[in-house]
């Protein structure tokens, strides 16, 4: 699986260790020296591989709704929070719920979908499931460490999805290309794999860059990469991280517990330097 970094992982903000949680030194007269929260340290493991199982048995060729788990919450997009990645001083990625596209069924999302077209599947408490939309009513996806080729009907789990062509800032591949990245890839499985989760499969295929690869860049001890969380208007707090890869994968688990339990976590590890401080934490 190439040159695979193990990282460090913490269940949450509280365990991390940096000398101050708002990235700055109180007692050091304003020197920029210390280190940040987030650098590095990813706070659990990913993915929606947990979850829906009932997938495994579901041939290639069957094609039957399935119907909603009902112990699942409704899907509530208020509860999403919003961020945007930068790279150096570039924004790569930015999710605005204000401008988000609306979820829908799976029925009705086939009627707005073109083959190359990134998919995401959410559900209040679990992590998004993305998806390539190759044509004739099918999905290429990463599930369970193996790489599939599912109806969409079968492969949303009663669930809501959407198209998120657009978050990700990156020049998409023609779709044709797109498409063949995706179906190259049907069948391959635990150490064929490059990709930590589904959306860095899919991203990949979209945009074809290595960085949604397991590995895809070189760690130097340097954090390129800055993850923006938006809680409100002028509040705000920032994670700096080695990799993308870094990055996917903390932004979903916060896609997962939600918005205000990420605002709960942040809130209990502020607390000794009281609230949020976006004077220190913004970005230009």
């Given at each position: 699986m190439g040159n695979q970094v193990e990282k460090l992982t913490h269940l949450s903000y509280a365990e991390v260790p940096t000398s101050d949680p708002n990235g700055f030194d109180p007692?050091?007269?304003?020197?920029?020296?210390?280190?940040?929260?987030?650098?590095?340290?990813?706070?659990?493991?990913?993915?929606?591989?947990?979850?829906d199982g009932n997938l495994d048995h579901f041939p290639p060729g069957n094609h039957h709704h399935h119907p909603a788990n009902h112990e699942e919450k409704p899907f509530d997009h208020q509860d999403e929070l919003e961020c945007a990645v930068f790279y150096r001083e570039e924004c790569v990625y930015e999710r605005n719920v204000r401008d988000a596209s609306a979820a829908h069924s799976a029925e009705s999302l086939l009627n707005k979908c073109r083959?190359?077209?990134?998919?995401?599947?959410?559900?209040?408490?679990?992590?998004?499931?993305?998806?390539?939309?190759?044509?004739?009513?099918?999905?290429?996806?990463?599930?369970?460490?193996?790489?599939?080729?599912?109806?969409?009907?079968?492969?949303?789990?009663?669930?809501?999805?959407?198209?998120?062509?657009?978050?990700?800032?990156?020049?998409?591949?023609?779709?044709?290309?797109?498409?063949?990245?995706a179906?190259?890839?049907v069948g391959a499985r635990d150490r064929d794999l490059y990709w930590r989760n589904s959306e860095c499969f899919a991203a990949w295929c979209r945009y074809?860059?290595?960085?949604?690869?397991?590995?895809?860049?070189?760690?130097?001890?340097?954090?390129?990469y800055r993850l923006k969380l938006l809680f409100a208007e002028k509040k705000n707090?920032?994670?700096?991280?080695?990799?993308?890869?870094?990055?996917?994968?903390?932004?979903?688990?916060?896609d997962q517990i939600g918005k205000d339990a990420v605002m709960q976590e942040l809130a209990s590890h502020l607390s000794?330097?009281?609230e949020i401080k976006d004077d220190h934490l913004s970005i230009d």
């Open positions: 007692d050091g007269g304003g020197d920029d020296d210390g280190p940040r929260i987030g650098v590095s340290y990813i706070f659990s493991n990913d993915d929606d591989d947990d979850q083959p190359g077209d990134l998919l995401e599947f959410v559900a209040t408490g679990q992590y998004p499931h993305w998806a390539v939309y190759v044509g004739d009513f099918q999905v290429v996806h990463l599930h369970r460490a193996e790489i599939k080729n599912n109806f969409l009907t079968d492969v949303s789990q009663g669930k809501p999805g959407r198209i998120v062509n657009g978050l990700y800032r990156y020049r998409a591949l023609p779709p044709e290309v797109v498409v063949r990245n179906l190259d890839q074809g860059k290595r960085e949604f690869k397991i590995g895809g860049e070189i760690r130097i001890g340097k954090q390129p707090h920032v994670l700096e991280f080695q990799s993308l890869e870094d990055v996917i994968m903390e932004k979903r688990r916060n000794t330097t009281h």
